[in-house]
């Protein structure tokens, strides 16, 4: 696990978010990379935050094709103040 004093600690929990939200509609990798246009190795590489980096354009358009909100996946769960169900802005 990442430190959080580190700024890529962003890239652990959206990774795992999209790995949550991925498998709440049963998917595996190989078909929300065919979905979202991606390849499998990129989709991979996010979820086991072995990617560098991605857009934010790369986080609306996996949003948009799991069918969430995209600051769902910028939730940290491990953040005792967060809770993803109930988040209010």
Request: charged share 25%; net charge negative; with cysteine.
């Amino acid at each position: 696990m990442c430190n959080k004093e580190n700024e890529n600690y962003v890239y652990e929990y959206i990774g795992r978010n999209i790995q949550k939200y991925r498998k709440k509609k049963g998917w595996t990798q190989e078909q929300l990379a065919s979905k979202s246009s991606y390849s499998k190795q990129f989709i991979s590489n996010i979820e086991n935050n072995s990617h560098q980096t991605f857009s934010l354009g790369t986080l609306w358009h996996i949003a948009k094709t799991l069918d969430v909100d995209m600051y769902k996946l910028c939730i940290d769960s491990h953040d005792d103040n967060n809770n993803d169900d109930e988040t209010t802005l």
